[in-house]
């Protein structure tokens, strides 16, 4: 392999690696379980739009909630080798500005909300079809079906005003065992499906700030279906589906079972020779309880990928 079509390797392994770390809280992730080379240090920037309608816990007094939502974010990931195996750590901390409008006991209102989201850290592990490999070593290997899992935390760092009935934190953990299947297709397809459970610990400081809210496991479904137009190009159709979750304050069940689903699209695209964009839209198709929010995104990349000598 030549030094040209190697660099040209490398480019396209950064592209499939953006979409194998999460900017947002939003779960349509395309190509997480990617097969990226070991040893490969990556700066991930990203910006997020959301608007649209919020059904809040129905203990609280405010309805006809509409928000918009602006968060940029800046993570790091980490590729490295787990017994044999292809792993990935990586950290994102956002940061948010939120406008919210609605009905507080019946009268109009609004307020705005600006300080950090809640931290989110993920590792993942491709436990079968992806041994730790170089960058060379995956352009000489052929396309595999890859079996991934993952486990992904959520930390309460966000803004939390315990007598605040709006805030930009959840003021409590969340952890997302994960299970994917990433399967090509011929050349240039390839069909990604995941299947999570999602677990909350209680916020003991819920509103007015003496209430300990609670919520279920949430099961969390995830599909995919993308096409390389080039090596560096490729576009998916995204689809979620998540249910359960349901909440409960002082032990008060507030009847709010989820059971909601999302679609979007997703377009990555190289930029350079170490750089890589992606843009990626979503907006609620079934929504019986939640949020039911048009999002735009796009994220910046780049990477270190050590380069192995050519064959003289």
């Keep these: ?87 990935q750590v990586f950290g994102a901390l956002p940061y948010s500005w939120a406008q919210v409008s609605g009905k507080v006991l019946g009268d109009a209102a609004s307020t705005s909300r600006a300080g950090l989201s809640d931290m989110r850290f993920r590792l993942s592990v491709l436990v079968r079809g992806a041994p730790a490999s170089t960058a060379l070593e995956i352009a000489k290997s052929p396309r595999r079906t890859i079996l991934g899992v993952s486990l992904t935390a959520v930390a309460p760092t966000g803004q939390f005003f315990p007598d605040k009935l709006i805030n930009l934190g959840s003021n409590r953990w969340a952890f997302k065992p994960e299970f994917a299947v990433s399967k090509p297709m011929g050349d240039r397809w390839l069909v990604d499906v995941y299947g999570a459970l999602w677990l909350f610990t209680a916020n003991d400081s819920f509103y007015p700030g003496t209430s300990v809210r609670s919520q279920a496991p949430m099961g969390a479904f995830q599909a995919h279906v993308s096409y390389n137009f080039q090596r ?81």
């Design 232 to 312: 560096q190009l490729w576009a998916a159709f995204d689809a979620t589906y998540y249910v359960g979750g349901a909440t409960t304050v002082q032990g008060v069940a507030n009847g709010d079972h989820q059971s909601n689903a999302r679609v979007g699209g997703t377009l990555a695209l190289p930029v350079g020779r170490r750089h890589s964009v992606k843009l990626a839209v979503s907006r609620g198709a079934i929504v019986r309880f939640g949020a039911n929010f048009t999002t735009f995104s796009i994220g910046w990349q780049t990477g270190w990928v050590p380069m192995p000598k050519p064959a003289r």
């Design 1 to 87: 392999m030549t030094d040209l079509a190697l660099r040209s390797c490398v480019r396209t392994l950064c592209c499939l690696l953006l979409c194998a770390a999460p900017l947002s809280a939003q779960d349509l992730d395309p190509r997480s379980y990617a097969h990226v080379p070991v040893n490969g240090t990556f700066l991930v920037s990203g910006f997020s739009l959301s608007h649209g309608g919020v059904v809040t816990d129905p203990s609280l007094p405010i309805s006809d909630i509409n928000a918009t939502v602006e968060t940029p974010s800046l993570g790091l990931a980490r590729s490295f080798s787990l017994f044999g195996r292809t792993a």
